[in-house]
């Protein structure tokens, strides 16, 4: 009996451990795709806008942003911030999926100052939000070449994340991700330059 319930749970440890290298094997494979597709959609979006036109203090009558296709994906715009070298498409929706590899719109626009923005704690996308400095420029470019810059005014961090916490009307625009190590939601909270 004893030999029969060793070798049944022998069994079960390496499917287990089976199991958690074919799901490690996939979130490698999933992530690995992703970057390549931004790499790709980045080198689109940055031939698109050879002349960016800055925003001013404008009012947008219409807060709809524009959305483009590439290959088979929505976009709204691409996120930069230059001192982090980093550049990263902005997807027309935000997921909030365990392994997606998106950074997506959460709610509202640039346009009207209400632009919330989620992405994956993974390099190259959100693992800069538990470490950029107050004073940071970030950018986003809308489809149709418009650049609106901000600053970073604070970050906030919170257990949960509801529409309230993360729209919370005090700032121009939100990037947020979820911290991978301490299961925390990380908010960076921006102000438009030159509103």
Known sequence: MKRKLTSLLLALGAMLILCSVVLLATYQIRMHR?????????????TLFAARIPAGGEDFFDTNMPVLEIDGTDYVGLLEIP????????TDQWSSG?????????????????????????????????????????????????????TVACVDRSSRAGHDWLADGKHDLTLFCRGAFSFEYIAVRCDRIGK
């Open 83 to 90: 001192a982090l070298g980093a550049a990263i498409p902005v």
């Open 98 to 150: 365990f392994l997606s590899a998106s950074t997506g719109r959460f709610c509202g626009s640039a346009y009207d100052n209400t632009l919330v923005i989620g992405g994956p704690d993974h390099s190259g996308q959100f693992d800069f939000c538990d470490k950029i400095e107050l004073g940071t420029v970030v950018s986003v470019t809308d489809m149709a070449g418009t650049q609106f810059s901000y």
């Open 34 to 46: 992703a970057a390549q597709r931004n790499e790709a959609a980045t080198a689109q979006m940055l």
